[in-house]
């Protein structure tokens, strides 16, 4: 055989029949899925009205999280009416379909991509797909995982199966040496900019080398995620001994004699040494400081001490273009940097970066200090059992005590839909993953960074860095 990608293993391996000659596209086989009660109701009005069943009702999972508050007294149901229908309407598909959904006052109720990883739900060598395009992340575990849109949830649902173009193959190697203050959030961030918001389109980027060996495997939770951010429609890392460790004893991961056998047939998931790749690319981000996004796409980010770009000096018309718009969204300026760039709102949250390695990183910065004055600074773990386990580390006294609210599990101000909402020209710095107008509320601005540089900065009151402190 000839030498095959990962991407390619695993796809070839949930093939059912090649709908084109060349293989170009595929009826294939998915493993599961993760459905929210916001991009899914279509998807099952549509089994109602064809008088289908959910075909495999085990291997689909239901979570609210998108349009539930994250009020420390929120009710079960949200009080906004559709908000309210949308609830109740996955609870009844549920019951009436047979599979599991977690709402608020579950104990396993959380954001959809957390939940699925937290309880073993995503084992490498998966092919899953679900109704986000941060669906992506699951990569990180050795799966392929792709966002979808209603139609085709409603195909999985009734079939298990759906039809799939093949994307190309992209290789990633991150080289270099960082400091102790850059984060998994920072060595993306600049990944997206290298690239650009559009340099994955129609790839599945695979991420290797000595940069993404020396991540935690909640490191490339977060690295994954974003590369949808430079358009990757996939992303996946191989499987390796700390994906092992992390994976084991949770709630559906294999048990006894089979997690043997898992272990056996996910050590072989790995590009062949001599796989083709259609684009490869090397980072190197030796010297690399930490990142904050000055724009309104998270690929006009810079370093807090680098002066922000000058549109004037490009000669793609719509690049400049793009740029001048952001900074007239954003009430910034060319040659300024962000260092010292006052904010009103801190948030730490959203499928990117609310597992418990973040909390802790930003606990040790918050621990002893106060936020600064006229600051608003929250945070929403990502799901209620990482709540839990927060509390049991006394997570969220350090928090409170700095100030910080300490929310309910649940999207929340990762996309300003479900009442945790911001107001024109607030200025927020946020450890999500998307920084587009109006992302956070009508006319708010957003600069993403990690966990710890918006504690820091919550403490500040403005965009600082860890050599100023």
């Known amino acids: 055989m000839q030498p095959r990608t990962l991407y390619d293993k695993i796809v070839d391996l949930h093939t059912i029949e090649n709908i084109t000659a060349e293989g170009s596209e595929r009826l294939v086989y998915i493993d599961a899925t993760v459905v929210n009660e916001y991009t899914s109701p279509q998807a099952f009005s ?8 959910v075909w495999r009702p085990k291997a689909t999972l239901g979570t609210i999280d998108h349009v539930n508050t994250s009020f420390a007294d ?18 009844k598909n549920g019951r009436d379909f047979g599979f599991e959904v977690l709402n608020n006052g579950n104990p396993k109720q959380g954001i959809e991509h957390v939940v699925m990883v937290e309880r073993g739900k995503v084992l490498p060598g998966m092919l899953i797909g679900a109704g986000d395009s941060h669906t992506a992340m699951y990569g990180a575990l050795g799966a392929i995982a792709y966002g979808i849109g209603t139609s085709d949830i409603y195909h999985y649902l009734a079939t298990s199966t759906l039809r799939y173009k093949k994307l190309k193959n992209m290789r990633v190697t991150v080289k270099g040496e960082y400091g102790p203050h850059i984060t998994a959030k920072d060595i993306v961030l600049y990944i997206v900019k290298k690239l650009g918001a559009g340099g994955c389109a129609g790839h599945c980027v695979e991420f290797c080398g000595p940069v993404i060996d020396s991540l935690s495997v909640e490191g490339r939770l977060t690295l994954c995620n974003m590369a949808v951010e430079c358009a990757a429609r996939s992303s996946v890392i191989a499987p390796d001994a700390k994906v092992f460790d992390y994976l084991k004893g949770r709630e559906f991961s294999p048990k006894g004699e089979l997690w043997n056998q898992a272990i056996q047939f996910w050590k072989t998931l790995g590009s062949d040494q001599d796989a083709s790749f259609d684009r490869e690319v090397t980072v190197d981000i030796t010297g690399i400081k ?11 980010n810079c370093f807090i001490d680098e002066q922000l770009p000058d549109p004037v000096a490009l000669e793609d018309d719509k690049l400049k273009a793009d740029l001048l718009r952001a900074y007239e969204y954003m009430g910034l300026a060319p040659a300024r940097t962000l260092r010292g760039l006052p904010i009103s709102h801190a948030f730490i949250g959203s499928c990117t970066n609310s597992r418990i ?32 386990q927060a509390e049991e580390e006394g997570l969220d006294k350090i928090f409170k005590d ?5 929310r309910n599990s649940g999207c929340s101000l990762c996309l300003a839909m479900n009442g945790d909402i911001l107001g024109p020209e607030d200025r927020c710095i946020s450890a999500t993953n998307r920084n587009f107008e109006g992302r956070q509320g009508i006319q708010t601005r957003t600069h993403l960074a990690s966990p710890a540089m918006v504690a820091l900065a919550s403490i500040k009151g403005y965009i600082s860095d860890f050599e100023e402190a």
């Open 46 to 53: 549509l089994l109602r009205e064809k008088n289908l069943p």
């Open 402 to 406: 700095a100030g910080w609210e300490w």
């Open 74 to 91: 929120r009710q079960i149901y949200p009080s906004e009416p559709n908000a309210c229908t949308q609830v109740k309407y996955l609870e």
């Open 290 to 300: 930490p990142i904050v996004t000055w724009g309104t796409s998270p690929d006009q």
């Open 357 to 388: 390695e973040d909390l802790r990183a930003a606990a040790t910065v918050l621990k002893g200090n106060k936020i600064a004055d006229g600051v608003f600074a929250m945070v929403v773990p990502g799901s209620t059992q990482v709540r839990r």
